[in-house]
């Protein structure tokens, strides 16, 4: 195996390995004409036959697409245009998903289940793949641009579904451009929330890092920013909105809707189910600190059995953003080092209970050792 990070080693590798079969599931650049006019080369697109282009599923979300598919592509001198070996077609969620969340969920599933059938085609003597045609039926698809920030923008007086679409098709990157507070941001973690109607693009309340924005028609929960620095664009650290925005929002504190709750707690029969879902997995010290409470509710319960559950990522430890941004990062840091270390305190003294951790989706650093199983 070996990383590589440019079109020379990838040339190098290949040549190195000298394979039957090339497949790229999550390409990222172009492969070298030298290596797709040598070996077969199959491109795995996140697209339904006939889409092409770098930002298929930008338009995906944003354009409220029914159905969307992965394309198994060989690779030619066409950017997505070569022959088709084999197509997957899937619902969309009906709720907006975050681009991150559907490319690790249906398009992954979509993908993997594609690569065995490229595979065992690739070991067919007999098969040829079909040209596209974008009469067919089955080519639902079509070229597109890749998605500039001109395409995402928004006023915040608009419909609050088409600013939420706009957000999660450009999170976790790379954000939408706008102004809270008067401050230049990228905004990302959108959730549909509840205000009394005013002023579009005024702050309505705070609550656990995010803020309610009010919009044309309700209001949004903007749960992470990045501050886009007039003398550096695009460099400045992505975190919890209220923390991006600083000193200049001033706005009171919310219990807020559950649609926004990280945690939560349900109990069917003798389990008892904690939920918590972090963005990206990060957990600041505030959000140690209610998870830990969440648990010790949990193990005074008289279940059997305490199952804990993570969201898209169950968790990558300690916020390195929040830390990163605090005025005093040593100490904030030995704060949030002292937080997850009760957390994993309250999940191992919890012995009047089996404790199980449902993992769906990567634990990395300290979250790794706050996912036991007694």
């Given at each position: 195996m070996e990383t590589v990070h440019n079109?020379?080693?990838?040339?190098?590798?290949?040549?190195?390995?000298?394979?039957?079969?090339?497949?790229?599931?999550f390409l990222r650049q172009r492969v070298p004409e030298g290596v797709w006019r040598r070996y077969r080369t199959i491109i795995i697109h996140p697209g339904p036959e006939g889409d092409?282009?770098?930002?298929?599923?930008?338009?995906?979300?944003?354009?409220?697409?029914?159905?969307?598919?992965?394309?198994?592509?060989?690779?030619?001198?066409?950017?997505d245009g070569g022959p088709v070996w084999g197509t997957r077609v899937f619902r969309m969620p009906a709720d907006p998903p975050r681009k991150s969340t559907l490319y690790n969920t249906e398009v992954s599933d979509a993908a993997m289940s594609l690569i065995d059938e490229v595979v065992a085609k690739a070991e067919d003597a007999g098969f040829t793949p079909?040209?596209?045609?974008?009469?067919?039926?089955?080519?639902?698809?079509?070229?597109?641009?890749?998605?500039?920030?001109?395409?995402?923008?928004?006023s915040w007086g608009d419909p609050t579904g088409h600013i939420l679409r706009r957000i999660r098709a450009a999170d976790g990157r790379p954000g939408v451009h706008t102004e809270l507070a008067g401050?230049?941001?990228?905004?990302?973690?959108?959730?549909?929330?509840?205000?009394?109607?005013?002023?579009?693009?005024?702050?309505?309340?705070?609550?656990?890092?995010?803020?309610?924005?009010?919009?044309?028609?309700?209001a949004l929960w903007i749960g992470q920013a990045r501050r886009l620095a007039p003398e550096a664009p695009g460099t400045t650290v992505k975190l919890p909105a209220t923390v991006a925005l600083g000193g200049v929002l001033e706005v009171p504190r919310t219990a807020g809707p559950p649609s926004l709750r990280e945690i939560s707690y349900r109990r069917v029969g003798k389990v008892g189910l904690v939920r918590f879902e972090f963005y990206n997995g990060a957990m600041g010290t505030a959000q140690c600190r209610r998870l830990a409470a969440a648990v010790r509710h949990a193990a005074a319960q008289d279940t059997?059995?305490?199952?804990?559950?993570?969201?898209?990522?169950?968790?990558?430890?300690?916020?390195?953003?929040?830390?990163?941004?605090?005025?005093?990062?040593?100490?904030?840091?030995?704060?949030?080092?002292?937080?997850?270390?009760?957390?994993?305190?309250?999940?191992?003294?919890?012995?009047?209970?089996l404790v199980v951790s449902a993992l769906a989706g990567d634990a990395g650093a300290g979250g790794v050792i706050s996912a036991p199983t007694q």
């Amino acid at each position: 195996m070996e990383t590589v990070h440019n079109s020379q080693e990838i040339a190098a590798a290949v040549t190195a390995t000298d394979p039957e079969l090339i497949i790229c599931p999550f390409l990222r650049q172009r492969v070298p004409e030298g290596v797709w006019r040598r070996y077969r080369t199959i491109i795995i697109h996140p697209g339904p036959e006939g889409d092409r282009g770098p930002s298929a599923l930008d338009w995906a979300i944003m354009d409220a697409e029914p159905t969307w598919g992965v394309t198994a592509l060989q690779a030619t001198g066409d950017l997505d245009g070569g022959p088709v070996w084999g197509t997957r077609v899937f619902r969309m969620p009906a709720d907006p998903p975050r681009k991150s969340t559907l490319y690790n969920t249906e398009v992954s599933d979509a993908a993997m289940s594609l690569i065995d059938e490229v595979v065992a085609k690739a070991e067919d003597a007999g098969f040829t793949p079909g040209r596209q045609d974008h009469h067919r039926p089955e080519a639902v698809g079509r070229i597109r641009p890749v998605v500039r920030q001109a395409d995402r923008s928004f006023s915040w007086g608009d419909p609050t579904g088409h600013i939420l679409r706009r957000i999660r098709a450009a999170d976790g990157r790379p954000g939408v451009h706008t102004e809270l507070a008067g401050v230049q941001v990228a905004v990302f973690d959108a959730h549909p929330g509840d205000a009394s109607l005013d002023e579009p693009g005024t702050i309505a309340a705070r609550r656990q890092g995010a803020m309610l924005v009010r919009t044309g028609d309700g209001a949004l929960w903007i749960g992470q920013a990045r501050r886009l620095a007039p003398e550096a664009p695009g460099t400045t650290v992505k975190l919890p909105a209220t923390v991006a925005l600083g000193g200049v929002l001033e706005v009171p504190r919310t219990a807020g809707p559950p649609s926004l709750r990280e945690i939560s707690y349900r109990r069917v029969g003798k389990v008892g189910l904690v939920r918590f879902e972090f963005y990206n997995g990060a957990m600041g010290t505030a959000q140690c600190r209610r998870l830990a409470a969440a648990v010790r509710h949990a193990a005074a319960q008289d279940t059997a059995v305490l199952v804990l559950a993570g969201g898209e990522v169950f968790s990558n430890g300690l916020h390195l953003g929040v830390i990163d941004a605090h005025p005093d990062p040593a100490a904030e840091a030995w704060r949030n080092i002292t937080a997850i270390d009760d957390l994993c305190q309250e999940i191992i003294g919890c012995a009047g209970q089996l404790v199980v951790s449902a993992l769906a989706g990567d634990a990395g650093a300290g979250g790794v050792i706050s996912a036991p199983t007694q």
